[in-house]
């Protein structure tokens, strides 16, 4: 049978973009809904056909390990609440979808690794990008070494945060500002663009605190890593601006995407300057990039086998985003190996 999964946070991303994926999957479905708002729930758990049991509050999320309809419990609450609900998941019994960015420091993402391990459960991080076409093809490219030697990528990405009362720019809830947001899809892409890991970074952040928005959380920041084959990443993330884009420069030409990291509508250019061809990759995995995901963890659920996005991997993103923030405190290059 498909793998239920339960949804934690009904918010924009859990309520508004995932659960009207599950019509899109093949492995999964969703079994079970977590809110703090109990009407909200009710309605979503009516709208999808759940059962009264298959609803639970904050409060008694723990008793889902006597939900058997449960297999996988996806996380989608503010990146705060990511450590607390994937060990409460994983004590559990179940296995965890937790999203971007896994939690707010090193420390907590150790013991979601740990709790997931004890409780022999797979652990996935939403980075939805690894399940989308346009992604996927341009990492196969440089891969393939269609630009030849990897020696740049630049990869910038933030939108425009509006409401200064917003989690998103409270320190306690977010961990940070837009380097906790989209500057993880940044710092993703400049792993997975070059397919190597970094071994040292120097920051620099630009936020005007009068701004009542930037009270307690960075606007721009911006961070150079720098790769053991000799290849530099310039990343940037800021909440000021809208954009969204990943270059990658080879000594024999460039793959580009803009908009790189999208829900939809991502568009991919190979080639050298003045002879550039524009991409369309097959589609796939799934009939979506968030289906593609959701399948994915159903499978390794299934199979016992590890998901392509585990927790180490999003492990590997905290320790660098420490160390960002600790460079652009401290004015220096931090090394990471
Ligand atoms: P949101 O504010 O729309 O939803 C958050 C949900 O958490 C709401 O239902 C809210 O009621 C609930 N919540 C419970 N306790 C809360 C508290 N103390 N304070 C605030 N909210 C509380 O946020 P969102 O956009 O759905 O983001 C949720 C998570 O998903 C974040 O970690 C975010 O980074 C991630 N996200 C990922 C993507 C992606 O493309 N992978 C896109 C959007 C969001």
Not at 156 to 182: C, I, N, T, Y
Not at 184 to 191: I, N, T
Not at 205 to 223: G, K, L, N, Q, Y
Not at 245 to 250: F, Q
Request: glycine fraction near 10%; charge should be positive.
């Amino acid at each position: 049978r498909p793998m239920g999964y339960a949804i934690v946070g009904l918010g924009g991303y859990g309520l508004g973009v995932i659960i009207p994926q599950f019509a899109n999957c093949v492995h999964s479905r969703l079994a079970a809904v977590v809110s703090g708002d109990a009407a909200k729930a009710k309605r979503v758990a009516a709208k999808h056909g759940l059962p009264d049991r298959s609803i639970y509050s904050y409060a008694n999320f723990d008793r889902i390990r006597d939900n058997p309809d449960v297999d996988i419990v996806y996380v989608c609450l503010p990146n705060a609440m990511h450590a607390e609900y994937t060990i409460r998941a994983a004590r559990a019994g179940k296995h965890v979808l937790c999203e971007k960015p896994m939690a707010v420091s090193v420390a907590e993402c150790e013991a979601m690794i740990a709790a997931c391990k004890r409780a022999d459960r797979r652990l996935m991080i939403g980075y939805r990008c690894h399940f989308e076409p346009f992604n996927r093809a341009a990492m196969r490219l440089a891969r393939r070494g269609a630009a030849g030697r990897v020696r740049y990528v630049r990869s910038e990405h933030g939108f425009v945060q509006g409401d200064p009362r917003a989690w998103r720019l409270k320190k306690a809830m977010a961990g940070g500002g837009s380097l906790m947001d989209m500057g993880v899809y940044s710092l993703q892409a400049a792993r997975y663009m070059t397919g190597e890991e970094p071994v040292a970074v120097t920051a620099r952040e630009s936020t005007d605190r009068r701004d009542p928005r930037f009270a307690e959380v960075e606007d721009m920041i911006e961070w150079t890593l720098e790769f053991p084959s000799g290849a530099l990443a310039g990343c940037q993330s800021m909440y000021s601006a809208g954009q969204n884009r990943i270059l990658l420069m080879g000594d024999r030409g460039r793959i580009e995407l803009e908009p790189a990291t999208r829900y939809t509508g991502n568009r991919l250019w190979t080639g050298e300057d003045g002879r550039e061809r524009e991409i369309t990759p097959p589609p796939g995995p799934g009939k979506t990039q968030f289906a593609g995901q959701l399948d994915h963890l159903a499978r390794c659920a299934m199979t016992g086998s590890e998901p392509i996005v585990s927790g180490e991997e999003g492990l590997r993103d905290l320790r660098i985003i420490e160390a960002i923030y600790r460079s652009a405190r401290e004015g220096r290059t931090i090394r990471l190996v």
